[in-house]
Structures are given as structure tokens and as C-alpha cells.
């Protein structure tokens, strides 16, 4: 399901590093970390009619994933605040929006891996676009499984939000091949990560069960949707769960900021028992229902 173009995004205005410019001339420095090393971390946020969503915990975890890399002069958070309110206000933008918010570890004095080369502190790039949601969230999608396995702790930890999303790249290339939407990712062990770009729930005999997060990345709706169904009194369990589970769950749902709730449709050839059930619908509402109420509004 390739998202289409919006002309309106044409001529867009991007925050670069504490400028507003055009989005054809939008860019940083060859000797920008992001650049030499995918070495940046990042987050989507959605824009509603009310705010953003969930402002407060995606910067909580930029901020805690720029900590564990070991980023120097770190922007604030009123920095950035300010930065993402001048870059809507830039683009009349207050709705169905996504904001690709970037922070590197900075430009380098010269080429080379070694942190002790970025003196000049980090980059900051907002990036806001108009775009729906990216999947149809009645008719669902496909999948397939992907040979290419999610990243461990033991390789490089899921809990920091890095740029370097090359395994991801490679399973939706996998997915692209195949002619489905998206790519499930196992562990080293062969449970069930997440997909390529977002989490996975699944249904069975009434309990909503999902892999911990260990391997998946920790996503901030992933978390809100084990919040509600904990909140509303829906059995909820994170364990390991392998993919025979998944092919014969009841429901199959994936959770992200561009997306919200997708059900999945099928799993490697093999159709979901229920698209868009009882559980997912459930949880779907409930979901809607706490979004206007943790949108933090940033503009006057």
C-alpha cells in the first residue's frame, strides 16, 4: 500500500537547525552524523484536530534514546516545542498531520565513526507533512514473514529509537517483493518481533496477547493500547508468541503513530479468522476516544 503524494506538500517549509526553509533547499551537512553513519534517533508524531498526540512521551523517549547514545548538547525540550509550533504555524498546519521529528548526533569537524569529531552539538530537523493514516484500517492488510531477523539487545537495543533501520528496510523490501503491505520479524529465537514498521497484537479465546518488548521496539501506541485494554478490563498478556499462534489467532491488529489500530487481513497466505473483530473494534473505539483528550495543543 504505497501512501500518494500530496500536492500540498510541495512547497512545505522544514525546520533545519534552527531555520525555517524551503523544502527543496531542506537539508544538512555531507559531515552530518545522520549522514556518515545513520547515527540519529527520531520519532513520528501525529497532528489532530486537538494537538499533538502524545507529545510529552515521544520526547521523553528522543530524550532518553539521544541519553543512551550519548549525544552532547542536547537541545531542551522548550527548544523543540518551539521548533515544531513554528513549523506548523509556517505551514497552516493543525490536522492530519505527521511530523518526522530527527535529532543527529551533529555535524563533524572531519569524516569518521569516532563521537569525539561532532564539536559543534546536534541537528535538529522537523519535518511536517499533510498525511492520513498510512493503511486502510477497515479492509486491513497483508503480510508475509520476513527471512531478515529484528535486532537484539545483544546487537543494538530496540528501546533506543535510532535511525539505523537498514533490517527494517530490508523486510519491506521483502514485503514489496511479495506483494503485501508489511513484513513480520522474528527474534533470534523465531517469536515473533513485530512487523517492519509497527506492533502486532493478535486475539485468541478472548485475550489480547502481544510479544514483550525485549525485541519489538517499545511503541508509544503499542503501549497505550495495553493501557486501555488493562483500563476497560480486556485480558491482556505480553509473552513470546510464535507464528503458528498468529496464524491461527482469532484477530490480528497492528499498533503505530501512522497507522493507529490496522487489522491484518492475512499472514503468509493464510486468512485471519476474524478482520476487524469483536476485540479490535472494541479496542479501536476506546483508542479513539483517548485521543483528544492527550493531544497537547502547542499553538495559540
Known sequence: MLQKFDPRNENILVHVNGQLVPRAEARVSVFDSSVQGGDAVWEGLRVYKGGIFCLDRHLNRL???????????????ETIVNAIRETLRANYMDDEVHI??????????????????????????VLAEWK????????????????????????????????????????????????????????ANGFVAELNDTNLFMVKDGTVLTPPADVCLAGITRGIVIELCKQHGIPIVERNLSLTEFYNADEVFATGTMGELTPVREIDGRPVK???GEFTARISKHFRAFIP???????P
Open 63 to 77: 530524550f532518553e534514546s539521544a541519553h543512551a547514545l550519548a549525544f552532547q548538547n542536547v537541545p531542551d525540550r
Open 100 to 125: 518526522r521529528l530527527t535529532l543527529t548526533r551533529g555535524e563533524k569537524i572531519t569524516s569518521g565513526m569516532d563521537p569525539r569529531l561532532n564539536i559543534r552539538g546536534c541537528s535538529l530537523i
Open 293 to 299: 483528550a492527550n493531544c497537547i495543543s502547542i499553538l
Open 132 to 187: 492520513p493514516l498510512v493503511y486502510d484500517n477497515e479492509y486491513g492488510i497483508r503480510v508475509i514473514t520476513s527471512s531478515v531477523r529484528r535486532n537484539g539487545p545483544q546487537f543494538l537495543d530496540s528501546k533506543i529509537h535510532h535511525n539505523n533501520l537498514l533490517n527494517n528496510i530490508l523486510a519491506k523490501i521483502q514485503a514489496n517483493v511479495a506483494g503485501v503491505d508489511a513484513a513480520i520479524m522474528l527474534d
Open 274 to 276: 476474524y478482520v476487524c
